[in-house]
């Protein structure tokens, strides 16, 4: 492939294509919005120099940020929780459903300040249960937790003392619900990382996507930085132990400049110097993660961390109309793809409005965490695959936004790897016992099935490829089996 082409492929990235198998595609049908068009954040291409690999810490060398980023390459698997006020109306104003994504009724609906204010009045999170939350990401397989903390709508999901527009002071709750999701991820052994709106914000002064629509709402985005964000950004910062957050995740960068974010990051490096960030700051700062929204490019982002965050149905916050929930299939095999491919998956589930995560997603969950305890080995402390020739060439698929976009055109299987081991992640099991792959370069010595090592597999091994032979004629799973090849 020319580089050229290569680039823009790694820049425009795509969900996995189903053309000719029953792997179901990804489409980015509800991506959070910018001022213009539904947000697809840019990325910047690979660093050139894998020796110096762009970072949110300045100055640091390779060493030191494989040191820093081990635990998030090691864990593949986190759970996205958007949890707020809109999970009140839950899609509907005035009694009519109002389009688009949850956590974005105010926007979408035009909603005054004052009457979307009153909603927190609704808002009791009379079931949420810091311990439930955190088992069903654990029963997941899953390794980390990434919350809202803030989003667009301004509302703290936390005891901050800015200002009162917060779950301790305007809801029933009366309670700071990161502060026990906090203590319970420690006993757990969970991390916990904050999303925060850092420069969307439609009660506080922030900036608006599409344009304010309130006159209550204007305001001096520098005001609002220096007085909202920047102070609730030291909160999240040194409320909740030397551990957490782990991860501080940016969104949607509408007038966040360079000058603005240096103020934020200056916060970042003084209080959690070396704290992971991802690539949404805004003002061209490139952070430490990559991170594609509902598509999974078709070669990975080779030269730097990525992280693919998707929901389970349509919206990211609560939505009670949408049931449009992805399959295990689709959940497993997205998982296993990304894992392939280098990358972190990020998948969210939208708490109701008494605290409680819906139940189809607390199902899904936890067959995906049966289907991790006999395969995580494949999926956790791997690397991308050492072959490339089973993500076929990119082909072109359309997005939920009508765009064109580069999409990975093989779906039989995937590999991954760690020292001593190779793993086939098979899709379509073969009806002749066996399955070969590529070229490899180490002398394999064994190889077993994840989920039978009872199994007496043989092997081949010449300059052409490998080949395993002796495979059962039922697959040992119909989503995706696992063969350890050991070197």
């Not at 110097?273 to 952070?287: A, D, E, S, Y």
């Not at 139940?359 to 936890?366: F, T």
């Amino acid at each position: 492939m020319k580089s050229r082409q290569l680039l823009a492929f790694l820049l425009l990235g795509s969900g996995l294509a189903t053309a000719g198998t029953n792997v179901p595609a990804v489409t980015a049908t509800n991506s959070e919005p910018s001022a213009t068009t539904p947000t697809v954040m840019p990325t910047p291409p690979p660093a050139s120099d894998p020796n110096h690999p762009v970072s949110s810490v300045p100055a640091e060398t390779k060493s030191q940020r494989d040191a820093r980023m081990a635990w998030w390459r090691n864990a593949k698997f986190g759970m996205f929780i958007h949890w707020g006020v809109y999970s009140v109306p839950a899609g509907y104003y005035k009694g009519q459903p109002v389009k688009g994504i949850g956590e974005w009724i105010m926007n979408k609906g035009k909603i005054p300040m004052t009457e979307y204010q009153s909603f927190a009045k609704g808002f009791t999170a009379d079931k949420f249960d810091a311990s439930q939350f955190v088992a069903t990401a654990k029963n997941a397989g899953m390794k980390y937790i990434v919350i809202t903390s803030k989003h667009h709508d301004g509302f703290a999901m936390f005891d901050t003392k800015v200002n009162d527009w917060n779950i301790v002071k305007a809801s029933p709750f009366k309670r700071d619900p990161l502060k026990e999701l906090a203590e319970e991820c420690r006993k757990q052994g969970i991390k916990l990382g904050f999303y925060y709106s850092q420069a969307q914000d439609w009660n506080n002064g922030g900036s608006a996507a599409g344009g304010k629509w309130d006159k209550a709402q204007e305001h001096s985005m520098d005001d609002y930085v220096d007085k909202t964000a920047i102070p609730q950004i030291k909160e999240i910062l040194t409320n909740y132990g030397a551990d957490t957050p782990a991860v501080v995740w940016w969104d949607t960068p509408i007038d966040m400049n360079n000058e603005r974010a240096s103020r934020i990051d200056a916060v970042i490096q003084k209080l959690r110097p070396g704290l992971i960030q991802n690539n949404r700051l805004g003002g061209g700062t490139k952070g430490d993660t990559e991170t594609p929204e509902q598509h999974i490019p078709p070669q990975g982002y080779p030269g730097r961390d990525w992280e693919t965050c998707m929901t389970l149905n349509d919206t990211w916050g609560f939505k009670k109309d949408d049931q449009n929930w992805k399959s295990l299939e689709t959940i497993i095999r997205n998982l296993c793809d990304i894992a392939s491919k280098g990358g972190n998956y990020l998948l969210n589930v939208g708490p109701d409005s008494h605290g409680e995560i819906p139940p189809e997603s607390v199902k899904r969950l936890a067959d995906v965490g049966a289907w991790m305890k006999v395969n995580g080995d494949a999926i956790y402390g791997t690397t991308a695959t050492p072959f490339g020739e089973e993500l076929g060439k990119p082909t072109e698929s359309v997005d939920g936004y009508g765009k064109k976009r580069p999409t990975s055109s093989g779906n039989v299987w995937r590999a991954t790897q760690k020292p001593g081991h190779v793993y086939l992640i098979i899709f379509q099991w073969p009806t002749d016992g066996k399955f070969s792959v590529p070229a490899f370069a180490h002398k394999i010595t064994g190889a077993k099935l994840l989920a039978n090592p009872a199994v007496k597999l043989t092997l081949s091994q010449d300059d052409k490829g490998v080949t395993v032979s002796g495979l059962p004629v039922k697959a040992p799973d119909a989503i995706a089996s696992v063969i350890d090849l050991t070197y």
